[in-house]
Every structure is written in structure tokens, then in C-alpha cells.
């Protein structure tokens, strides 16, 4: 499991978890605790769903504050119906209640006499490695000489298998088109694992020059009035602060840094503490599409000419590599693929798995996409083919006209799809993934708006309706528009 301890804790008590996470991740025991593992632009309910459930145990900060959150109840209730090790991590002198009452009934607690006491965090390391302590003794007692042998003969005969059914799979595959779902499907070797949970920012976001992330506490954008500098604010728009003086764009944000592309700077990466603190300089290269995806940055390498080819640079190593010598525009990370735009074939959509296969998507190969989604729904692009209408491949049926066109710029969330309809006026839509239910958000505003980025319940565009280009939002059930980081102060 990728994330053995998940900690449950109320949002009041998060400099005790923090702490209780520093302790274990100290001893060695993975952890995973929100919102520190969940990236700007994840849903917050389906990554702590996936984080409890891939857990071994869960650890429960209790306290009064526990004992009034739902969120904690949720969390508790998913752990005990798979069976989840559940630990609470007494730090106050209450007794539970409701929900919690139940599910703590006969748990093992541990009581802190000081929450943060080195003493009490000991304690809570020493039990939590204690669970994983029959799984380790249980590996060690199968590794007689006798066991040993008998792994042994075992491997040379998978080995052998192996190598016949290698051989004739080359022998198939040379010899006939495999679609690369069905052949290269299952990537598992090292240097292609890639912890998808961790996004620095949405594809959708990205394909939008990457202006807005957001961590929830905090929203960080490319003040559109003031140069593109980057700024952070309070979601509700206030304590906006300045944190550099550099023109940004593709800003992903993990943990307390944000990574992002320098326009004043010849487009070349930079990153920089969420306090605009510690600013540096990653590269050379003249760079766009920019997104980080587990511990890689993806970004389109334009110093060569302006062919875009895709690299990615590893955030631990430092490590460089080409992903691929095409012009790729649009990038979209599933658990699988990298979906993306070729611009050295006419705009085709591509696909490309982490072991370096490619191919083009054979049912979009008559139709030039200007602008690409992928995500669990399907496939949805521009196409600029048929007079920029909004198609859609969904559950890999074959591709429809969702929207007349012309569409400008297109995004999308769990609710659905978002879109600037320009026939007549230009409007911002949003439908469903099936094409249904479409609303207009601005009401009866008159916009000019272009890209379109989603951060929280608010949909972030560039209004070119006077002379000089602003940053707005409008909420994503529509409403009236809002300035975003002040008026137009530039040359």
C-alpha cells in the first residue's frame, strides 16, 4: 500500500497531527494526511476515500474537536467497514460520542499526557510498528533454507515461462497491429510508476495557461492587471498579497512550493515558496504546458526551433529525459495514458504510456483538435475540423457533437463541462459530460472572456472587454462576475 497510516484529525487539531505525522514518517511509517496529500484540483472527498481504504491502519487524533466532525465520523465509518486497524490518539479528556462511540468501542487508546511529549509520540510509534510487526516476522520465518529452495526453483521456472511467452508475444506483435490498451496495458516497472494523486494542478487548469491553483486555504493567480505578477488571496477574495514580480503562467503548487513558468524570463521554469520566499531559477528551456504529476514536472520544451517536445524532470534526482520527440500541446494525465496533441500531425490526438509506447487515437484520426480534455468520462476536444464544435468520446463509444460551435476554450470538474460558446455574444456554459443540462453562467452580463480556470466553487477567465485585460470569476452555478486581485495598474 502506498500510504500505510492515514491520520484522522479535525481541522483544529492539525498542528497535533502534523506533529504525530513528523514523528511516524520519522520512524520510517508512511503516512497520508489532508489536506498536506491532497493536490490543487483533487477532489477532497474521492482522495481521502482512496486514502483511507489503501491504508493499513488509521490513526484518530481524538479530542472534542474529533468528536463534533463529520468528516472524522465519515472517515472512521469507511475504515471499519473494511476492517481497518483503527488507533485513537487521546489528546483531551472527553469521552465519545455519537458515531465515534460506536466505532471506538473496544479500541486499543492511547492516552497522551502531553500531546506533542516526546514520551506520548514514542508510545504512539512504538504500537503503530507493532501492527506491521506479523507481516515482517511472517516474511522472515519464510525465508529458510528450505523455503529458499523452494523460491528458488519457483523463479527459474517463471523465468522460463516468461521467456516462451515473451517470445511469442514478440512474434504477435510483430506480426499484427496491438492495440496498446490490450498489450502494454499493465506498466509496472520502476522507472514508469508515477503517484497519480499528486497534481500540482488540473489538466483542464493547464491547458488554460495554468493562471489559478488553490489549496484550499488559499487561492494563487496570475494577477492579469498587474503584469501577470503572482499573488495569493483568501478564497472570499481578500488578504491579497504579492509574491513575485514575474510574468506566470502554469502555476502548479504542492506542499509550500509553487512551480510555474517565467514569461519574464524566456519562459523558463522557476519555483518559489507559497510565501514568495526562496525563489530559483530549474532550467534553460523555453517551456509551456507545465504540470507537475507525483514527483515529475511534464513541461513542452520550445527552445528547439518551437517543436514543443515533451520532457519531464524529476523533482528528487533532478533527473531530465525527452518523453517524446513530437510537438505535444495539451497534456492530460490518466492512470494509464498521456493524452495530447500532436502539432507535428496535423493535431491529432495522441496517446503515449509511461513505458514510451505511442500511437495516434485511430477514431479521432480525421478531425484537428485545437483543445483536449481527458479524464474517467472520456475524451472531449474542439474540433476545429467541424467548425470548432465541442465533440466528445464517451466510455470509448465513438466521437459526437456535444456543442455547436465555435467554442473557444474549454475546462471541466465533477460537475462537468465548462466552455465559451462565441456564435453571437461571447458566454460561459456549463453542461454535463453527456451533453445535457446546459446553463449559462453570466447571466445577462456581456463578457469577452478567454481562458477558463476552476478553482473551488469559482470559474477564473481573462476579460478583454475594455481596453485593458482583468482578471474576473463567476460562480460555478453562475451569478454576477468578479474582479480578481484589483484594478489595472500597468504601463
Not at 368 to 373: E, F, M, W
Amino acid at each position: 500500500m502506498s500510504k500505510r497510516v492515514f491520520i484522522s484529525h479535525s481541522s483544529e487539531d492539525s498542528k497535533i497531527a502534523e506533529q504525530v505525522c513528523q514523528s511516524l514518517e520519522s520512524a520510517g511509517i508512511q503516512c497520508w494526511m489532508a489536506p498536506r496529500d491532497i493536490m490543487s484540483g483533487e477532489k477532497w472527498a474521492e482522495a481521502i476515500a482512496s486514502a483511507v481504504l489503501s491504508s493499513s491502519a488509521l490513526i484518530i487524533i481524538f479530542s472534542d474537536n474529533a468528536n463534533q466532525s463529520k468528516h472524522v465520523a465519515h472517515e472512521l465509518t469507511m475504515a471499519y467497514s473494511k476492517g481497518i486497524q483503527i488507533i485513537p490518539y487521546k489528546i483531551e479528556e472527553v469521552e465519545p460520542d455519537g458515531a465515534l462511540q460506536f466505532y471506538l468501542t473496544g479500541a486499543h487508546w492511547l492516552e497522551a499526557k502531553s500531546p506533542t511529549a516526546t514520551e506520548s509520540l514514542d508510545q504512539l510509534v512504538a504500537v503503530i510498528s507493532s501492527c506491521f510487526g506479523p507481516q515482517q516476522r511472517q516474511t522472515e520465518h519464510n525465508t529458510s533454507p528450505k523455503a529458499s529452495k523452494v523460491k528458488w526453483a519457483d523463479l527459474i521456472l517463471a523465468l522460463a515461462l516468461l521467456t516462451l511467452v515473451g517470445l511469442a508475444a514478440m512474434v504477435y506483435f510483430f506480426d499484427q497491429p496491438v492495440a496498446l490498451d490490450t498489450f502494454f496495458g499493465q506498466v509496472t516497472v520502476e522507472e514508469t510508476s508515477i503517484n497519480w494523486h499528486i497534481r500540482g494542478n488540473s489538466s483542464g487548469n493547464i491547458a488554460n495557461l495554468g493562471l489559478v491553483a488553490t489549496d484550499g486555504d488559499r487561492v494563487y493567480f496570475s494577477n492579469v492587471g498587474k503584469n501577470f505578477y503572482l499573488y495569493s488571496m483568501h478564497p472570499d477574495g481578500t488578504i491579497i498579497e504579492q509574491l513575485n514580480e514575474d510574468q506566470t503562467y502554469y502555476i502548479n503548487l504542492v506542499g509550500d512550493w509553487i512551480y510555474y513558468v517565467n514569461g519574464s524570463d524566456n519562459d523558463t521554469i522557476y519555483k518559489i515558496k507559497t510565501d514568495g520566499s526562496e525563489k530559483e531559477r530549474m532550467g534553460e528551456e523555453s517551456s509551456a504546458y507545465l504540470q507537475l504529476v507525483g514527483e515529475w514536472l511534464f513541461y513542452a520544451d520550445f527552445s528547439d526551433g518551437g517543436h514543443g517536445h515533451v520532457h519531464r524532470l524529476n523533482l528528487n534526482s533532478g533527473e531530465r529525459r525527452v518523453l517524446f520527440h513530437y510537438g505535444g500541446a495539451h497534456l492530460n494525465f490518466t492512470n494509464e495514458y498521456i493524452y495530447y496533441i500532436n502539432r507535428e500531425d496535423g493535431e491529432k490526438v495522441y496517446r503515449q504510456n509511461l513505458a514510451g509506447f505511442n500511437e495516434r487515437v485511430d477514431t479521432l484520426d480525421s478531425y484537428r483538435a485545437v483543445s483536449l480534455l481527458a479524464n474517467e468520462h472520456g475524451l472531449y476536444f474542439i474540433n476545429a475540423t467541424m467548425g470548432e464544435e465541442l465533440w466528445g468520446m464517451i466510455d470509448s463509444g465513438d466521437a459526437q457533437e456535444l456543442v455547436d460551435g465555435p467554442v473557444k476554450f474549454i475546462n471541466c470538474d465533477d460537475q462537468g463541462l465548462y466552455y465559451i460558446s462565441s456564435r453571437d455574444n461571447p458566454e460561459i456554459y456549463r453542461i454535463d459530460y453527456d451533453g445535457q443540462n446546459r446553463m449559462k453562467l453570466n447571466n445577462n452580463t456581456e463578457l469577452n472572456p478567454f481562458y477558463l480556470n476552476i478553482a473551488g466553487n469559482w470559474v477564473y477567465y481573462i476579460d478583454r472587454s475594455s481596453k485593458t485585460e482583468q482578471l474576473y470569476r463567476i460562480h460555478k452555478d453562475g451569478g454576477q462576475p468578479e474582479l480578481v486581485g484589483g484594478e489595472y495598474n500597468g504601463p
